[in-house]
Structure formats: structure tokens, C-alpha cells
């Protein structure tokens, strides 16, 4: 993941210098340098993949600037441009895997074989199908749960106990830090095209519904919904006293 190598090389800014070429986005840096779940400080625009904000005007032939001022310097083109990307690929938060999704699932990660990913042509990364996400993903468990069953509606559900809070980690404190450590872990995801062609399709970036990052902490996603008869009763009988 980073500077590619193998795609289209682009022309030399300085003609008489190989090493004048400029860097190359791999698909995968495309995806995470404009996502702000997988940036440490603000995300970058998509057009700042093509023209760096740190590069003069004067570096377009065509700019005003080039026309009053006379073009920048070809070898300080190439030193801002190649200056830019290695910092700013220093600021990505890497994933620990690829994940396959199909464009019709609604499924957020899945665990995906080095396999899989060598059959649709995909890159692996290196903590590829060890299972790491899935088991910090299981520890973090979910950051709201459902209300705890009354002691009636247990004995109507027949078996007498509330099973909605015994699938999670009994420690809080190790939850809050899985779950703090999902929110710097994203998830970048790979959807192949209809066609299934190889070497065709697009990334994206996301986080784990269990990760707890500021970016989410206001999400409305994250709030539980009313489902249950009784929550939705108090809410009736409340809206009724506030009418009175």
C-alpha cells in the first residue's frame, strides 16, 4: 500500500531525468487519503492528489501566475510533489486487511482470504486473513446494548433470563479500549464491478459500527432504537402528560 510501481507511468517533469517522474497514488492510497476515517488529521481533497495545495501556481504553464512571474523550476516541482506524498502517507491510519464486499450486501467486513483477494486480482495486506480484526472487533462488542429485560418479560420469553448482555466482555474498561482501537483501525473494503473482470472495481473506507472514534461520537447511527411495546408506551403516556 502506497506509491505504485507498476501502474501507468506518467512523464518525466525534467525530460533528461528518469527520477523526475512524479509519484503514483495506488488505488488503495486514493480511497484512505481523502477519508476522514482513516486520516489522523484532516483528510485531503481529491484534487490535491493531482495538485498539491503546497506546489505555486507557477507549476501550471497555463496559471496567471506562470504568465507574470515565469514558470517554477521543473527540479522544485519534483522535490514539492514527492515531499508532499511522503508526509502525507505518514498521516493514514493502515487497515490490517482488505475485505471483499459485494455491492448488493449491506454486510460491513467479512473475513477475506489471501485467496480471495488473489483471484479478483486485489493486493493483500499484511495481517491478511489472520483473523486480528475480527477478534478486536468481538472484544469491543457493540457500544449501546438493548434495555435489560424486566423480570416479567423474562419469565414470558420462557427462559427466565436476560441473554441480551451475556455475549459481551464482562470488563468495561477492556471494551472501552477494543473499542477505542477500532476507531484507528479503518476498514478498507474492496467491490468488484458487475462484470466481474479482473482487475476492475473500487475501494472504500469505513469503520467498525463497535469502533469509537470522534468522528462518530454524534453519529445518530449510534443511538439505540425504540423497538420495544414498553419503550414505546412511556413515550405515548409521556407525550400525553406534555399535551395536558
Known sequence: MGIKANASVPP?????????????YSPELQALLPSSDSCKTKPLAA????????????????????RLLGPL???????????????EWKKVLPPLQVVMKDSTSD?????????????????????????????????????TLPRPLTRKERLSSGTGVDTSV??????????RRYQELLGRLPILAYTPTRDK?????????????????PTLRHDASRYPEVELAADLQW??????????
Open 12 to 24: 518525466r517533469i525534467i525530460p533528461s531525468s528518469e527520477k523526475s517522474r512524479p509519484p503514483i
Open 47 to 66: 484534487k490535491s492528489l493531482v495538485f498539491p495545495p503546497v506546489l505555486p501556481l507557477r507549476a501550471d504553464s497555463s496559471s496567471e501566475d506562470a
Open 73 to 87: 523550476s521543473k527540479r522544485r516541482e519534483v522535490n514539492t510533489r514527492w515531499r508532499y506524498i511522503t508526509q
Open 107 to 143: 454486510i460491513e467486513f467479512d473475513k477475506t482470504s489471501q485467496e480471495d483477494l488473489a483471484r479478483a486480482d486485489v493486493r493483500a495486506l499484511g495481517m491478511q486473513g489472520r483473523g486480528i480484526f475480527e477478534d478486536v472487533h468481538a472484544i469491543a462488542g457493540p457500544l
Open 166 to 175: 451475556q455475549s459481551r466482555h464482562p470488563s468495561r474498561w477492556l471494551r
Open 197 to 213: 473482470s479482473r482487475s476492475s472495481g473500487r475501494y472504500s473506507v469505513s469503520l467498525s459500527s463497535n469502533a469509537l472514534a
Open 235 to 244: 413515550l405515548g403516556s409521556a407525550k400525553g402528560r406534555d399535551s395536558e
